[in-house]
């Protein structure tokens, strides 16, 4: 098993910046792959990005490319994301989620066994 819990979340003003961190501990040498997803309220889960935890190869979605970085610390087992120049379309509840396997491209839901708690962003105009 994995456990992982998420922390860093908060409410700020358009254009500002917050730091998630997950922290994960458990079996996490089984752990190939890392995303951070997110849901608004009325929506659907959606994939922000993810990192290889071998290589540190990463993808992102569409609409956070160029403002968000995803990255891990592996000695302290610890996944981030820097979001920066947020928006208030990036309102959402934001998971942590880790999976045994890893596709390329656009990071599914359905691909990862273990998850966060979330940790609420709210970002004001």
């Known amino acids: 098993q994995v456990q992982l819990v998420e922390s860093g979340g908060g409410s700020v003003q358009a254009g500002g910046s917050l730091r998630l961190s997950c922290a994960a501990s458990?079996?996490?040498?089984?752990?190939?792959?890392m995303g951070w997803f997110r849901q608004a309220p009325g929506k659907e889960r959606e994939g922000v990005a993810r990192?290889?935890?071998?290589?540190?190869?990463?993808y992102y979605a569409d609409s956070v490319k160029g403002r968000f970085t995803i990255s891990r610390d592996n000695a302290k087992n610890t996944l981030y994301l820097q979001m920066n120049t947020l928006k208030p379309e990036d309102t959402a509840m934001y998971y942590c989620?880790?999976?045994?396997?890893?596709?390329?491209?656009?990071?599914?839901?359905?691909?990862?066994?273990?998850w966060g708690q979330g940790t609420q962003v709210t970002v004001s105009s």
């Open positions: 458990g079996y996490t040498y089984s752990i190939l792959c």
């Open positions: 990192i290889y935890t071998g290589s540190g190869s990463t």
């Open positions: 989620a880790a999976a045994r396997s890893c596709r390329s491209g656009y990071p599914r839901s359905s691909d990862y066994t273990y």
